[in-house]
C-alpha cells in the first residue's frame, strides 16, 4: 500500500481485472460503510500501522469494559464510547476516540 498526502491527486490507473481479489470485493461491498476516518491505534491493530509507542504491547478497542474486534468498530456508526488500552493495563490511560 502506498501512502500519500491527503491532498495529492490520484492518477493512478485502474487495476486490471486478474489483480483484483474478487473476494475482498464482495465482502466489502456487503458492508458498506461511510467514509470516515480511523485512529492511529486501530490501524495498528489491524497491521497496517507500526506508529506505536509501546512496541511489546498490542492496543485493545473496548467498550463497556468488554473487548471489541476491529471489525465490530468498523461496523460501529458511534464509537464515541470506545477507548483503547494497551494489551496487560489498566483502561485508566485509555484514549477516547
Do not use: Q, Y
Amino acid at each position: 500500500m502506498v501512502w500519500r498526502h491527503p491532498d495529492a491527486v490520484l492518477n493512478e490507473l485502474e487495476p486490471f481485472e486478474s489483480e483484483l481479489d474478487s473476494w475482498f470485493l464482495k465482502s466489502i461491498k456487503a458492508c458498506p460503510s461511510r467514509l470516515r476516518p480511523f485512529p492511529e491505534h486501530l490501524l495498528v491493530l489491524m497491521g497496517i500501522s507500526k506508529l506505536w509507542d509501546k512496541p511489546n504491547r498490542d492496543p485493545v478497542l473496548m467498550r463497556d469494559g468488554h473487548v471489541m474486534s476491529a471489525l465490530d468498530f468498523i461496523k460501529s456508526d458511534d464509537t464515541s464510547d470506545v477507548f483503547t488500552v494497551t494489551n496487560g493495563t489498566n483502561p485508566v490511560t485509555s484514549v477516547l476516540f
